[in-house]
């Protein structure tokens, strides 16, 4: 039952893969955020998990306990959680005014009569005139 | 006050900038708030470097001692790249303010807060000592950095953010991965403590993993082929000030970031002896500076063709590096200057052209030569320094990247820096070739040389190139002092 003992990271590697394999796989860009999100939980379970000791008590000062959890990761761990829901919401955002110019936010559609042109042509011009194309 | 407690407010004022920059009003009091801001890091960090080349300085946040606290630990290393930063800042935005009215006609305020936060973030990753702050520091900048490019002009500048954010972020976790592990191990987080800590636990695969996860995670951050493919396209269809901001610093702050973790951290004999980083390094280095050259070759659009070069520019300071001996390290810390220089000038001469004609591809720019001889002249002499051409700021790059190549007995590299510096020769001869040789197209409205306000900042930079190729006390100077200081052997 060692494996027992690892429990935490096995959750940990199972959730980095289903999130790193999204991220790849999938064309919706809804999808790949969702799969990113994934991968960054992980890394949460993963330092999180880092800071549990045997035997460790919650770690507030209490008399006659020796040993406590170790706290810092965790406050590690808010401040990566806040980089995370920045980061969702700058994808999410960008995912908006890919729809709003494109149309659509699967990559398999996004090659439309526009843009069948080769990837380095014209600027397809400036946003403010008569807006996108 | 002493230096060192001036040393956190080159960081802190842009980031204090930020929020009242998105709060001004109109177009030219955004602009002067983040050009002084920009100012005062470069006079910081610019006023330190001499004191930086006898020692390193160190000032630990809250008056925390080092390990417990947050410290910053500034040397020859940092203290360069931290230069090169502000002054690339300080230097761009007088020349980007017209072009920014042009590309950006509206919320402009909003648009340099998040540029001040991307070059705060950039400051911040350099001078920091802590490895968690490196990864908070490195998000607060590529979150921005995503904004900045989806500003651009073409609507495809929003996949390319897209994709930019995609890698950028899974790159950035890679790094917190790594960063987890080494704190599993060594329970410190600071730099400094984390080198003497890990030489204990240094035969577990734990660290051998940590290691692998932060190269991983910032060879996608500075483009090291084969994970630069977000590179070209946020490149070609940012904003032209951010695209001439990005090149000359964004992977330069990620290639001295890796420095660090495998010189400093991990320490040199851990990194090229336990591991094989060097030959790992070596051959992606030099396949990116084949493939970038190679297809920067055949494109149309320049910002491409030059974010291509860029890959391939990234490959030389990595060959420089996985030599792992002093002179190469030097060597691949000047061409990190050096490349800021010559990729600037050619991103500031391309977004000039920019502004008169509205294009940057090959065809729409025959014959603007004769039209905008200025502009072109300023591209093609610094397209002179990309090259190497004697007495510029490329040739001396070269010159000991060469050097060091002799040293660590590796002669053959030579032919390959030689053959990919004819492949730059190539295209930056089509660029030229366009320009002057080539008859106008039949369609185009003739247009004026841009005015002088737009030219002479770009002559700046230029003239940069060719003073860094005479005067080499500070770039080659600074360089040695920057590789003794990754590599632990004297200040």
């Known amino acids: 039952m060692a494996w027992l003992g690892h429990f935490n990271y096995w959750v940990v590697m199972i959730l980095m893969m289903i999130g790193f394999y999204t991220v790849i796989a999938r064309g919706n860009m809804i999808k790949k955020i969702m799969g990113l999100n994934l991968f960054q939980t992980s890394v949460f379970i993963l330092f999180i998990s880092a800071g549990k000791i045997l035997g460790g008590s919650t770690p507030i000062y209490a008399e006659g306990v020796t040993v406590y959890s170790n706290p810092l990761p965790h406050v590690l761990i808010l401040t990566a959680i806040v980089v995370g829901v920045a980061t969702t919401a700058v994808g999410l955002a960008l995912a908006v005014r890919i729809r709003e110019a494109y149309g659509t936010i699967e990559d398999d559609e996004l090659i439309d009569p526009v843009d069948q042109r080769p990837d380095d042509a014209e600027p397809t011009g400036p946003r403010d005139t008569d807006g996108w194309v | ?491």
């Open chain 2, 1 to 491: 006050m002493a230096i060192s407690e001036w040393l956190p407010f080159s960081v802190l004022v842009p980031l204090i900038a930020a929020p009242i920059c998105a709060l001004l009003p109109g177009r030219a009091l955004p602009w002067l708030l983040a050009w002084l801001a920009a100012l005062a890091s470069l006079a910081i960090t610019a006023s330190a470097l001499p004191q930086l080349w006898q020692g390193a300085i160190s000032y630990p946040f809250g008056n925390w001692p080092p390990p417990i606290g947050i410290e910053y630990r500034i040397d020859a290393a940092n203290g360069l790249v931290a230069l090169l930063v502000s002054a690339v800042a300080a230097f761009v935005l007088p020349w980007a303010r017209p072009i920014n009215d042009h590309e950006i006609p509206e919320r402009q305020g909003v648009f340099y807060a998040l540029f001040l936060l991307a070059f705060a973030g950039l400051l911040g990753i350099t001078l920091t000592g802590d490895a968690f702050n490196v990864f908070v520091f490195l998000e607060i900048s590529s979150l921005s950095t995503y904004a900045l490019v989806a500003h651009g002009w073409d609507r495809r500048a929003l996949l390319a953010s897209f994709r930019y954010l995609i890698m950028g972020t899974v790159g950035a976790t890679f790094l917190l991965i790594g960063i987890g592990f080494l704190y599993m191990m060594t329970g410190t987080l600071n730099m400094a403590d984390l080198a003497e800590r890990l030489p204990e636990v240094q035969d577990t695969r734990t660290v051998r993993a940590a290691l692998a996860f932060i190269v991983v995670g910032l060879g996608l951050k500075l483009a090291l082929f084969p994970l630069h493919l977000w590179l070209p396209n946020a490149y070609a269809y940012a904003p032209s000030f951010i695209s001439t901001f990005l090149a000359a610093t964004a992977t330069k702050v990620a290639l001295y970031v890796m420095l660090r973790f495998a010189f400093t951290v991990f320490g040199v004999e851990y990194s090229f002896d336990a591991l094989p980083l060097g030959a790992v390094l070596m051959t992606l280095a030099i396949a990116g500076m084949f493939a970038g050259s190679w297809v920067a070759m055949f494109q149309r659009n320049l910002k491409r063709l030059l974010a291509y070069s860029s890959v391939a520019q990234v490959g030389y300071m990595v060959l420089g590096v996985s030599l792992a001996t002093s002179a190469g390290v030097a060597a691949g810390m000047l061409h990190l200057f050096n490349h800021a220089l010559m990729k600037g000038a050619l991103f500031m001469a391309l977004g000039t052209l920019f502004w008169r004609v509205g294009s940057v591809r090959l065809d729409r720019l025959a014959g603007i030569g004769r039209e905008m001889p200025w502009t072109m002249t300023a591209f093609a002499l610094a397209g002179l320094s990309l090259i190497g051409v004697p007495l510029t700021a490329g040739f001396i790059s070269k010159w000991y990247l060469v050097l060091a190549v002799l040293e660590a007995g590796q002669p053959w590299l030579i032919a390959l820096i030689m053959i990919t510096s004819l492949m730059a020769v190539y295209y930056v001869w089509r660029v030229i070739e366009a320009a002057w040789f080539t008859p106008a197209p039949a369609g185009r409205e003739p247009v004026r040389e841009a005015p002088v306000r737009l030219l002479v900042p770009v002559y700046v930079v230029v003239a940069a190139n060719f003073w860094f190729g005479i005067d080499t006390r500070l770039t080659v100077g600074g360089a040695e002092a920057a590789a003794r200081a990754l590599l632990g052997v004297g200040p």
